[in-house]
């Protein structure tokens, strides 16, 4: 492994308004110094920009109560070849983290074009820009999704995982193919870091605990799928954090093989909290956590409003992390509570919501 300083670096990092990535803006921020930090994003509205555009302007105000680095933001889409060449050439980034994607496995069911355009394409210009303006290390984000219908658990990065059950799970599975063979042409560092379930603070409104928590709210009732049988890996935000900014500063090394030729200097690491958790208790847990902030009355009847359904096409009834990898090569296992976890979303949700 290839140890990284990151202060004093030149460091991109996609989807910046996004979720995961504000927060690892906002921690490179604390961390490091001296680090020229360009956000980018395409602000699209795949769900409430209004949350985008809070998380940017955190960033902003975090940024020059710091003033510890120099951070750009620029409103633009890594599925624009040009912008991104151009972007490439004027700054010679050192460290680039891609977290720009289409995400949600529903919504891939129904608007395909978006996930071909972003994770594809998107993904395609970032690593032709790396070819271009050598890099040290390129960190993406893939997904528990490559899984599948995988029976094994817990899901280990040494399993089989060619039997992606949603579009959006076999674009994530070529970005990792993508990877390898960029790793192997052209020695480019790569790692990709599987996420599992990541909730936390101004998450994305898409993802099952944020949505809930809007129509328990508004008095609609809740639909618990696979009849609460579904299990899920849940990984608080700042766990997932955490290990990118480890993964960052440790890239694949570069070393050639008997025949003379790269070893594709590439890896593939689970992030996730190890302990999957039954939907319903999770839901249970959410609901006391939201009455403890005050976000539900004491008295609210959570019975009347859950309804217990089906399970839905390209989901899957369990994820189950594997993180050996990342304790053995990084020295780090999420640690975050669910319940500790919820507790700080339903508090924030109380904040934002006024």
Same mark, same amino acid.
């Given at each position: 492994?290839?140890?990284?300083?990151?202060?004093?670096?030149?460091?991109?990092?996609?989807?910046?308004?996004?979720?995961?990535?504000?927060?690892?803006?906002?921690?490179?921020?604390?961390?490091?110094?001296?680090?020229?930090?360009?956000?980018? +994003?395409?602000?699209?509205?795949?769900?409430?920009?209004?949350?985008?555009?809070?998380?940017?302007?955190? $960033?902003?105000? *975090?940024?020059?109560?710091?003033?510890?680095?120099?951070?750009?933001?620029?409103?633009?889409?890594?599925?624009?070849?040009?912008?991104?060449?151009?972007?490439?050439?004027?700054?010679?980034?050192? !460290?680039? !983290?891609? %977290?720009?994607?289409?995400?949600?496995?529903?919504?891939?069911?129904?608007?395909?074009?978006?996930?071909?355009?972003?994770?594809?394409?998107?993904?395609?210009?970032? *690593?032709?820009?790396?070819?271009?303006?050598?890099?040290?290390?390129?960190?993406?984000?893939?997904?528990?999704?490559?899984?599948?219908?995988?029976?094994?658990?817990?899901?280990?990065?040494?399993?089989?995982? +060619?039997?992606?059950?949603?579009?959006?799970?076999?674009?994530?599975?070529?970005?990792?193919?993508?990877?390898?063979?960029?790793?192997?042409?052209?020695?480019?560092?790569?790692?990709? $870091?599987?996420?599992?379930?990541?909730?936390?603070?101004?998450?994305?409104?898409?993802?099952?605990?944020?949505?809930?928590?809007?129509?328990? %709210?508004?008095?609609?009732?809740?639909?618990?799928?696979?009849?609460?049988?579904?299990?899920? +890996?849940?990984?608080?935000?700042?766990?997932?954090?955490?290990?990118?900014?480890?993964?960052?500063?440790?890239?694949?090394?570069?070393?050639?093989?008997?025949?003379? $030729?790269?070893?594709?200097?590439?890896?593939?690491?689970?992030?996730?909290?190890?302990?999957?958790?039954?939907? $319903?208790?999770?839901?249970?847990?959410?609901?006391?956590?939201?009455?403890?902030?005050?976000?539900?009355?004491?008295?609210? #009847?959570?019975?009347?409003?859950?309804?217990?359904?089906?399970?839905?096409?390209? #989901?899957?009834?369990?994820?189950?992390?594997?993180?050996?990898?990342?304790?053995?090569?990084?020295?780090?296992?999420?640690?975050?509570?669910?319940?500790?976890? %919820?507790?700080?979303? /339903?508090?924030?949700? /109380?904040?934002?919501?006024?």
């Amino acid at each position: 492994m290839e140890k990284i300083d990151l202060n004093n670096k030149k460091i991109l990092v996609t989807g910046a308004a996004g979720f995961i990535g504000s927060n690892l803006v906002k921690r490179l921020f604390k961390d490091f110094k001296g680090t020229t930090i360009v956000g980018i +994003d395409n602000m699209n509205d795949y769900y409430n920009v209004s949350l985008k555009e809070y998380r940017q302007k955190e $960033l902003e105000t *975090l940024n020059c109560q710091l003033s510890t680095v120099n951070y750009q933001f620029i409103k633009g889409d890594i599925a624009d070849k040009v912008a991104i060449d151009a972007l490439f050439a004027e700054y010679k980034f050192d !460290v680039v !983290v891609n %977290l720009a994607a289409q995400a949600g496995v529903r919504y891939s069911i129904e608007n395909p074009d978006a996930y071909i355009k972003s994770n594809m394409i998107g993904f395609y210009n970032i *690593l032709e820009a790396c070819r271009h303006n050598p890099v040290e290390h390129l960190v993406y984000a893939s997904s528990s999704s490559v899984y599948g219908g995988n029976k094994k658990v817990p899901f280990s990065t040494d399993d089989r995982v +060619d039997n992606p059950v949603s579009l959006y799970a076999a674009t994530k599975k070529s970005n990792e193919l993508f990877a390898h063979c960029y790793s192997k042409l052209y020695n480019i560092p790569t790692t990709g $870091l599987r996420f599992f379930t990541v909730y936390g603070p101004a998450g994305r409104p898409d993802m099952a605990y944020f949505g809930f928590t809007n129509k328990l %709210l508004k008095g609609e009732t809740i639909q618990i799928f696979n009849y609460g049988n579904c299990r899920r +890996d849940f990984t608080y935000v700042d766990d997932i954090v955490e290990g990118i900014v480890r993964v960052m500063q440790g890239a694949p090394e570069r070393k050639n093989g008997e025949d003379g $030729l790269p070893v594709p200097p590439y890896a593939v690491y689970n992030i996730g909290g190890g302990q999957p958790e039954n939907l $319903l208790d999770f839901v249970n847990i959410l609901q006391e956590e939201l009455v403890r902030a005050g976000v539900l009355p004491k008295d609210f #009847d959570f019975e009347a409003h859950k309804k217990l359904v089906p399970m839905q096409p390209g #989901d899957v009834p369990v994820t189950y992390a594997d993180s050996t990898a990342l304790e053995r090569d990084f020295g780090f296992t999420p640690k975050i509570t669910l319940r500790e976890g %919820l507790r700080k979303f /339903a508090e924030w949700y /109380a904040k934002y919501n006024g």
